[in-house]
């Protein structure tokens, strides 16, 4: 069966240092990968998507950035991170169409 | 692009009430739609979808409804639980484009 693992679950980090968020999936090719971020209380905001290794496509403009080095490997990382920066960050996949999305636990991440 | 519109944004139940959570879509060329429910400090868990070709669809004590002329769909819960007390999202996706998500609805059930 398919699994997501999603690290680390929470992060305290300072404004200005670099981050970088890891998420791997398991049991499945070729999956369609997301990273959403969610901010207290509010909805899910797609960051960014990949369909293929190497294939990233952003969704809001920010200091954020994604890569795809692996099949199923999808990283987040900043090099300076804003107060802004602070949510909780989930990454998701799907097979095939944009459709059933499976996510990770998240990561609660806060910039002080 | 679509655009998901979804409210009420809070609703509060007595147990054993029905709960009704509308979305509202703007791409005619959507054709799946699912929802989510996520729990306080949880992951969003896919709990019910349904596509352009079916009107309504049912599992246990949760139904969706799509109306494809309106562009409307609807999350109907009975028989309502403490522990369906939780943010719901609708979405819509055309399939070939991520999908769009409404802004979620907080769902307090109150013994």
């Known amino acids: 069966s398919q699994t997501i693992h999603q690290w680390p679950a929470t992060l305290v980090q300072p404004v200005g240092s670099p981050l970088s968020l890891e998420c791997t999936v398991e049991?499945?090719?070729?999956?369609?990968l997301y990273w959403y971020r969610q901010a207290a209380g509010r909805g899910l905001q797609l960051l960014f998507y990949?369909?293929?290794?190497?294939?990233i496509s952003s969704e809001v403009p920010q200091n954020l950035s994604a890569s795809r080095p692996q099949d199923r490997q999808f990283i987040l990382s900043s090099k300076k991170l804003l107060l802004s920066d602070s949510g909780f960050y989930l990454c998701?996949?799907?097979?095939?169409?944009?459709?059933?999305?499976?996510f990770g636990s998240g990561t609660q991440l806060s910039v002080l | 692009g679509e655009n998901v519109e979804q409210h009420p944004s809070t609703l509060s139940v007595q147990e054993g009430d029905s709960a009704v959570i509308k979305c509202t879509y703007s791409?005619?060329?959507?054709?799946?739609f699912p929802w989510y429910k996520q729990e306080l400090g949880k992951r969003p868990q896919l709990i019910i979808d349904?596509?352009?070709?079916?009107g309504e669809k049912k599992d246990q004590r949760i139904a969706v409804t799509l109306n494809k002329t309106a562009k409307h769909f609807s999350l109907h819960i009975t028989e309502t639980q403490p522990e369906d007390s939780a943010v719901y999202f609708c979405?819509?996706?055309?399939?070939?484009?991520?999908?769009?998500f409404g802004k979620g609805t907080r769902l307090s059930v109150i013994a």
């Open positions: 349904i596509r352009s070709n079916v």
């Open positions: 998701a996949w799907s097979t095939g169409a944009h459709e059933k999305l499976f």
């Open positions: 049991g499945t090719s070729n999956p369609n």
């Open positions: 979405a819509a996706s055309r399939g070939n484009t991520p999908l769009v």
């Open positions: 791409d005619s060329a959507s054709n799946y």
């Open positions: 990949s369909v293929g290794i190497g294939q």
